[in-house]
Nanobody
Framework: QVQLVESGGGSVQAGGSLRLSCAASGYTYSSNCMGWFHQAPGKEREGVAD????????YYADSVKGRFTISRDNAKNTVYLQMNSLKPEDTAMYYCAANPFCAGGRWSVYKYWGQGTQVTVSS
């Protein structure tokens, strides 16, 4: 079993930055892959980025490439999402997820989920 706890959400103006953190505890094999997803009201959950342990593979949604960076501190079993040049359309609930293997933006594959943290970007 893996528990995920997110932090770092908030409100920011367009063009600003936020950094999300997600600390994982429990069976570490199950968090070989850690990623971020977001879900806006009335919309389907979408993949933002994920990273395989060791950084040998990362995935980014096209909408965030060049603006968001996913990174991991394996010693702390923590994954981060640095979000720069934020846009109003980035407004959503952001969820951390973990899984034994990565699956890009396919949220239904991920086994473990955090409670979510709200990101609001105003124009």
């Amino acid at each position: 079993q893996v528990q995920l706890v997110e932090s770092g959400g908030g409100s920011v103006q367009a063009g600003g930055s936020l950094r999300l953190s997600c600390a994982a505890s429990g069976y570490t094999y199950s968090s070989n892959c850690m990623g971020w997803f977001h879900q806006a009201p009335g919309k389907e959950r979408e993949g933002v980025a994920d990273s395989l342990i060791g950084g040998v593979r990362t995935y980014y949604a096209d909408s965030v490439k060049g603006r968001f960076t996913i990174s991991r501190d394996n010693a702390k079993n923590t994954v981060y999402l640095q979000m720069n040049s934020l846009k109003p359309e980035d407004t959503a609930m952001y969820y951390c997820a973990a899984n034994p293997f990565c699956a890009g933006g396919r949220w239904s594959v991920y086994k473990y989920w955090g409670q979510g943290t709200q990101v609001t970007v105003s124009s």
